[in-house]
């Protein structure tokens, strides 16, 4: 079955530092997403991005987050400047287009960054 | 901005009993989904939800959204050790599903004792 494969699994950086997550979302998927989990607490949507451009971002999502899609496959997400507080789960999506509503996200299964 | 309530948080039952766990909030979504997750992994998919009180079933999960598409449960019957996790539920902003943003519940954690 296909599936979102993420690296690296585990990363420990220090602060300041840049970060880039890599994610290879479903091959015929065409939205892709960044989410995170800081431990113990609730999943959270950070970015979309389909047809090569960002569609939504939230409040966490700052200047220090950029997204890119450099080929047919890879989709990242460049941390520029490590803060203690970046330091979460990774988890990058995808889903297939379309206009029903039921269609699904499928998660990979993330990238956990520690900052120290 | 759109809340999912989880409960019960934490949940230890034995073996073969059945469970009801709930996913509320105060706002419509398009759809839901139910997730699974390990420790250290990503949330895996159970099911998803669109139709107001839709039911779909999963072997011994049986999955229901409100009339409202405001709520949801999950009901395990004859829970197994293998049922221990953390399970999560996600709502779905925007009706036309192609900007899928999720709105994430905090779990309830199941642990099924022997």
């Known amino acids: 079955e296909p599936e979102v494969t993420q690296t690296p699994s585990h990363q420990v950086t220090q602060m300041g530092q840049e970060v880039i997550l890599r994610c290879v979302p479903i091959s015929n998927h065409l939205y892709f997403y960044w989410y995170r989990q800081i431990l113990g607490q609730k999943v959270e949507f950070l970015v979309s991005?389909?047809?090569?451009?960002?569609?939504?971002k939230s409040e966490i999502f700052d200047d220090q987050f950029s997204v890119e899609r450099p080929d047919g496959s890879n989709f990242t997400l460049k941390i520029r400047s490590t803060k203690l507080e970046d330091s979460a789960m990774y988890f990058c999506?995808?889903?297939?287009?379309?206009?029903?509503?039921?269609?699904?996200?499928?998660f990979g299964e993330g990238s956990w960054l520690t900052v120290v | 901005t759109q809340l999912l309530e989880q409960s019960p948080q934490f949940l230890s039952i034995q073996e073969g009993e059945n469970l009801t766990v709930y996913c509320n909030s105060s706002?419509?979504?398009?759809?839901l989904q139910w997730y699974r997750q390990e420790p250290g992994e990503g949330p895996v998919l159970l099911v998803t939800?669109?139709?107001g009180g839709e039911v779909k079933k999963l072997k011994r999960l049986t999955f229901q959204f409100g009339d409202a598409r405001k709520d949801s449960s999950l009901h395990i019957t004859a829970a197994q050790p293998g049922d221990t996790g953390l399970y999560l539920c996600a709502g779905a902003e925007g009706g036309d599903g192609n900007n899928r943003k999720l709105i994430w519940g905090l779990g309830t954690s199941l642990a099924v004792n022997p």
């Open positions: 706002s419509v979504f398009s759809s």
């Open positions: 939800v669109v139709t």
């Open positions: 991005f389909y047809n090569n451009e960002i569609s939504e």
């Open positions: 999506a995808s889903a297939p287009v379309g206009s029903y509503s039921g269609n699904t996200i499928y």
